[in-house]
């Protein structure tokens, strides 16, 4: 994230040109880091979810296997699983994992915003020429 | 009306200090612009044309002197007001070209517009008549 303030500080050294405050500065970098980290959040868990569900049936089909061959020849007994815990998604696991990136992303949306802010107009506008 | 001054700088110098030298950018001008003045300023690169300009604009701060613009001193204004007075009286054309990349050229045009919260249908309306 900090890549922003560096690729960002043409666009606020013309943002500041054309009337922009500090504090419109801030809230267009914690909107643009939310935006990124919204996007990223969503690719993952749907990637995350997708892949838990393609692989859960062939995980399962081994495991099955596994389980009535290899051990049941090996020892004679098998005790079964619930083949569910391949497809299980951990609701809570994945409400605290949102809580803690929901967290991370204010605070270092807020420092980094604040940063932005205050870089001199004219420090931002030079950088470019 | 035409005696109006729109623009108006006392005394005004800015000194830069760069590894513990002090530079002179501006030593002590002072001149008025009128309403419906046009005015030139021209110099060697380096001898504080930008510098000039940014401080007129409020994206610099003087070390001396004062700077009226439209009638109002801005020494003393806060970020709001001068963000505000580059937005309703200031326009700026760079050296460069300052555009913001993933802007249209309609956006980039509109975007003192955008900035001032200014209706979106007058605000696409102005653009286009300005590019078109």
């Known amino acids: 994230m900090g890549k922003f303030i560096t690729e960002g500080k043409k666009e606020i050294g013309i943002l500041r040109a054309v009337g922009a405050t500090k504090s419109d500065i801030k809230k267009i970098f914690i909107t643009q880091a939310f935006i990124y980290v919204l996007i990223g959040y969503l690719i993952g868990l749907i990637l995350g979810v997708g892949l838990n569900f393609a692989i859960a049936s062939p995980a399962k089909t081994w495991f099955d296997s596994f389980i009535n061959q290899t051990i049941k020849e090996s020892f004679g007994v098998a005790n079964p699983v619930s083949t569910s815990i391949f497809s299980n998604i ?10 803690i990136l929901l967290v991370i ?13 205050n870089i001199s107009p004219v420090e931002a506008i030079r950088s470019n020429e | 009306m035409e005696n ?7 005394n005004l110098t800015k000194i ?34 930008s510098t000039l300009l940014h401080i007129l604009g409020g994206l610099d701060t003087p070390t001396a002197g004062k700077i009226f613009i439209d009638g109002d001193c ?14 309703q009286k ?4 760079f050296q460069f070209f300052h ?34």
């Open chain 2, 90 to 93: 200031i326009g700026f054309v």
């Open chain 2, 74 to 87: 801005i020494n003393d204004f806060s970020d709001e007001k001068l963000s505000l007075m580059r937005n």
């Open chain 2, 16 to 49: 830069y200090t760069k590894g513990g030298v002090k530079i002179t950018i501006l030593n002590n001008i002072s001149f008025d612009l009128l309403m419906g003045e046009d005015l030139v300023i021209v110099g060697p690169s380096g001898s504080g044309k």
């Open chain 2, 99 to 132: 555009l913001i990349d993933y802007l249209t050229a309609e956006e980039n045009v509109a975007l003192p517009l955008i900035l001032s919260k200014t209706n979106i249908q007058n605000t696409k309306e102005r653009a286009e008549l300005l590019l078109f």
């Open chain 2, 4 to 10: 109006k001054k729109i623009v108006e700088v006392k």
């Open chain 1, 90 to 99: 951990n609701l809570q696991a994945l409400g605290i994992y949102t809580a």
């Open chain 1, 105 to 117: 992303t204010i605070l270092v949306s807020l420092i980094l915003a604040t940063k932005a802010s």
